[in-house]
């Protein structure tokens, strides 16, 4: 869905390339690098829950380490972000390893859980979903590269990206809330989790009151492009400025037809 509304980054064709199509591409060192720090997490969650004994930092770095060995890296970029994953990842458990429950669902495939919108089939992996009583859940996605301590911003990826973040926490309270496992529960609230600390602030959480008035928009705007999809239908997008306005624009324009 991302991919598709982002006429910034090709929007409907960048789609139908990408996701359709599947044009092979090469994995870039910065995305090799976030998956190894994700699968270091959800190693160290694993562990947690298979011995009940929350695992050290050294544990962690060492779930990372054989990560990013699997990845294809040339030698100086696997070095460079052994370093600094290894930084950011014993920074993180010194932040974060109070708030680790066994009871947290970690890596949750949401592809058999039967979530429609309208016509529209859902699925998507949450990172961690902290479950809150009986009746709530929180979703947590994880993210590496620059922090943001705020959903504003002044630079014009960054304000591209952090649609991209909002829309993915609204949807995963779709997800949630129209599962098979977990669709007796709400989730109010979203939050990106940043592995790498703030040069200032150290690790930060950006958390997300879910909007209930967003949330119709986006179940609209589902059921708009899944249409699309079905269909082959890809619009033209040249007329739209390559940044969020021009993303906005084109979000309205579909929930208009």
């Not at 649609?163 to 977990?182: A, D, M, P, V």
Request: glycine letters at 6%.
């Amino acid at each position: 869905l991302n991919t598709f509304l982002n006429v910034a980054g090709g929007g409907p064709h960048r789609f139908l390339e990408q996701c359709l199509l599947h044009f092979p591409q090469a994995k870039s060192p910065s995305a090799c690098y976030g998956s190894a720090m994700h699968a270091a997490v959800e190693a160290l969650h694993a562990r947690f829950k298979q011995s009940g004994i929350l695992p050290s930092a050294e544990d962690l770095v060492g779930f990372f380490e054989r990560a990013l060995s699997c990845e294809r890296l040339a030698l100086h970029d696997a070095r460079t972000y052994l370093a600094r994953g290894t930084k950011a990842l014993t920074a993180f458990y010194m932040a974060k390893a109070h708030a680790f429950k066994e009871s947290d669902i970690v890596e949750m495939n949401f592809k058999t859980e039967g979530v429609l919108v309208e016509s529209a089939r859902l699925t998507g992996k949450i990172d961690r979903i902290e479950l809150v009583g009986d009746s709530a859940a929180i979703a947590y996605d994880l993210k590496t590269g620059k922090p943001s301590p705020a959903w504003e911003a002044t630079d014009a990826h960054k304000k591209i990206q952090l649609h991209g973040y909002r829309r993915q926490l609204l949807f995963y309270k779709l997800l949630i809330e129209n599962s098979t496992t977990l669709g007796d529960r709400s989730m109010d609230t979203g939050v990106l989790n940043f592995l790498e600390p703030h040069k200032t602030q150290g690790i930060l959480d950006l958390a997300l009151a879910i909007d209930a008035a967003e949330v119709a928009r986006l179940e609209k705007l589902i059921a708009i492009v899944w249409q699309k999809i079905q269909s082959l239908d890809f619009p033209d997008i040249s007329k739209y400025p390559k940044d969020l306005s021009g993303i906005i624009a084109f979000e309205e324009d579909l929930l208009q037809t």
